[in-house]
T-cell receptor, first 109, second 113 residues
Framework: GQSLEQPSEVTAVEGAIVQINCTYQ??????LSWYQQHDGGAPTFLSYNALDGLEETGRFSSFLSRSDSYGYLLLQELQMKDSASYFCAVWRGYNKLIFGAGTRLAVHP | DAMVIQNPRYQVTQFGKPVTLSCSQTLNHNVMYWYQQKSSQAPKLLFH???????NEADTPDNFQSRRPNTSFCFLDIRSPGLGDAAMYLCATSNGLGANVLTFGAGSRLTVL
């Protein structure tokens, strides 16, 4: 089986930096992905880590430590539009993406 | 633009009345997925197709079936919807060349009366 744990809610102010952690247990690990989902919308891809280390894409960065079964998503220079749910997800094999329960981020002025 | 299109966006059905949701893609992706997402929960994988190979998740109820007549289309059939099946159903695709990006459709929201 598999399990993913991430905080249920995070609150931050505009311009701040927030880190959303994710720990996982799974067999056949092929990588960790992060998706953003606004209320009523579809999940959209943010990042993918197959190897240990940091991946940076604009204001968003994602980190993976396979030995610790741990990753995080770092959001910098927060904007109001970043208020959304953020899901970590593990690839179990090449073609199965399993989602965590999601972290609801609220950004305040 | 290449995309994943789901129809209908909103579906209301009665308890026990069969429902079919459709998904089409212009990405020419090998893999198509169906996820179920209930309010404030994670998307839950129901099954996926790699080309014509069907892969069912062990905990997907028999009430849920799927068809993929060609590369572009995939259907989700709910044979006898119950109140617990009310959810957003998300279709997604990937190129099947390794774990990477899923492209999601906008979803079909199912209400069961």
């Amino acid at each position: 089986g598999q399990s993913l744990e991430q905080p249920s809610e995070v609150t931050a102010v505009e311009g701040a930096i927030v880190q959303i952690n994710c720990t996982y247990q799974t067999s056949g690990f092929y990588g960790l992905s992060w998706y953003q989902q606004h209320d009523g919308g579809a999940p959209t891809f943010l990042s993918y880590n197959a190897l240990d280390g940091l991946e940076e894409t604009g204001r968003f960065s994602s980190f993976l430590s396979r030995s610790d079964s741990y990753g995080y998503l770092l959001l910098q220079e927060l904007q109001m539009k970043d208020s959304a749910s953020y899901f970590c997800a593990v690839w179990r094999g090449y073609n199965k993406l399993i989602f965590g329960a999601g972290t609801r981020l609220a950004v305040h002025p | 633009d290449a995309m994943v299109i789901q129809n209908p966006r909103y579906q209301v059905t009665q308890f026990g009345k069969p429902v079919t949701l459709s998904c089409s893609q212009t990405l020419n992706h090998n893999v198509m997925y169906w996820y179920q997402q209930k309010s404030s929960q994670a998307p839950k994988l129901l099954f996926h197709y790699y080309d014509k190979d069907f892969n069912n998740e062990a905990d997907t109820p028999d009430n849920f079936q799927s068809r993929r007549p060609n590369t572009s289309f995939c259907f989700l059939d709910i044979r006898s919807p119950g109140l617990g099946d009310a959810a957003m159903y998300l279709c997604a695709t990937s190129n099947g060349l390794g774990a990477n990006v899923l492209t999601f459709g906008a979803g079909s929201r199912l209400t069961v009366l």
